[in-house]
Each structure stands twice: as structure tokens, then as C-alpha cells.
């Protein structure tokens, strides 16, 4: 186990060094580490490496918090400028939430932005300030269409943040049955992919986690998550203008400009809302479970006491991705 104190340490120096602010370094390493601490580490400190790479290339610019526009009284107009994901995304929160508290509601477009990575991260940061938040993002083509064989649409996950107590509603999913960082994770492990999670670059099913990256994810529960994807997809570049399906680059990679699009939606909750939301979630908790070993859980309870048994016992990190990221400070 290493104390997370002794990760952010390093984790700092590495980004620093690697061309980002103090400020910028920290918001960056923020996001990664709560995704690590999360139980998350597709989305966590394997990707440090590839931001310092992309800063190196000249792919991203780690000092922009993105250029704002208004394209209406709320709906917020945003060119990433290859900025850092979670720097411009927050930047531009800030933004509409200040403006939803005037209107009730407030639309963010943004493009040309990194990835953002795991989207319950700014869910939770806005449920926690009393904010509801909608928000969806686009991939690379990673994932076949139902009854397909090749990689057409993006992973084009899905987040919804509502205040409540004890706890924040946070929910975040894909509309592909996995994340193509778990198959990079599979691979840095080593590690077989399930059968039924990918097709390889013959469009032939595999479980071999080098195959799947270059081949296609399928999406969840069939025709239905595919709807889902795809409508996610056409939603967020029709609002955004940002690149759609094949022509995506930039998310997965050290070399290509990002051009997907980002979408957020926040909102003023009705007054009074608590005590209903919080009293429901807490009967659902409490609800009779199918195995008595495996209480009903809210989606974000596992992730939340995983981040916090993190924060007391120290994380292990895979030993090829921590020798890097020391390499790299």
C-alpha cells in the first residue's frame, strides 16, 4: 500500500515537470486520484503519463481554462482549446452554475477539450454544492452497433448528480457494455478480458485485451444501450459542433488533438426536494435484499467507501504504472 499523500506527492512533481501550473497540475491530479481511489484505476493514474505526453507533443495546452461565450441567456458556449479536461470542464461549471442561479438551469457546450475523465467526479462536486447536474460525453469509435462488427460509436458515458443525505446521488455509467480504459487496464495486467466484451479487428469475439483495443466494445443490453450511445452521440455533436463516430480522434492517445464534444446541464432543484429524495434512498438501502450477504446498495455507496478505506489504508497501484509515474518526477 502507498499512502495517497506520498501518490499526490509525486504525482504532482511528475505533471509539473511534465509543463503544467501548480493550479492546473492539482485540478488534473484530482480527478485521477479520486478515480484511483474510487476503485477506478482505468480512469485513474494510468492516464497521468499519456497527459504529460500529450503536453510533450503539443497536442494539449495545459495552460487554458477554455474560451466562454454565451449562445444564449443559458446555454454556455465553450472552445476547449485543447485544454486540460477537468481544468476547462470545471472552469466552465463555475460559470453555469453562477448563471443557473439566476434561470434555473443552465446548458454547457464544450468541444475541443481532453477527456474528462470519469464523469462522476463533477457530479458529485456539483450535488454536494446543492446543484443538479446532467452530463454526457463522446469517445473515439470504440463500440459496434447492435448486430455490427466494427467500431462506429463511441463509450459515450452518462452521469446524474442530485443532492442528498448522507450521501449524493451519483450515478455514471457507459453505454458500452465496459470502458475501453478497463480493456487498457486488462492489458497492463496482463489479464483476459469476459467473453461477450469485445470483438477483435476482424470483428470476431475475443478475450484477449490486445485484440479488443483494436477491434470494437459491444454496447450494453443490446439494441437498447445502442439506442442510447447513439442518441447520447448525436445529441452532444448537434449541441456542441464537435467531430461524430469515426472521425473522433484524440481521447485515447498522445498524438491527435481531441475533438469530441462535452455536454453538462445544470440545475436548480425544486425547494424542499431533500427529505424526499434522501428518505427514498435511504428505504431503498434498507430494502429486504435477494442475498442477505449483499445488502442493497445506491449506485456511488461501493465507490464511496472503497475511496475512503483508500484514504485511511493507501492505495496499491499497478507496479509498471507507479514506476513510471516516478520515472516521469
Known sequence: MIPVEEIRSVAIRALTKGGLSPEHAAIQLELLLDAEMRG??????????????RVA?????????????????????VDGEQGLGPVVALAALETATARAAETGSCVVAIRNCDHLGMLAFYAERLARDGKVLLGMTVSEALVHPYGGRHAMIGTNPITIGVPAEPLPFVFDMATSLVSMGKIHDHAHRGAPIPEGWALDGEGNPTTDPNAAKLGAIAPFGGAKGYGLGLAFEVLVSALTGS????????TLDSTEPCNKGDLFVVMEPASGFMPLVSGFLEELRHSAPADPAQPVRIPGDRATVTRDRAGHDGLTVATEVWQRIQALS
Open 40 to 53: 477506478v484505476p482505468s480512469h485513474g493514474l494510468l492516464r497521468l503519463p499519456r497527459v504529460i505526453e
Open 57 to 77: 507533443n503539443g497536442v494539449t495546452n495545459p495552460a487554458t481554462r477554455g474560451a466562454q461565450s454565451w449562445r444564449g441567456q443559458a446555454l454556455l458556449d
Open 243 to 250: 467531430a461524430i463516430g469515426t472521425a473522433v480522434k484524440g
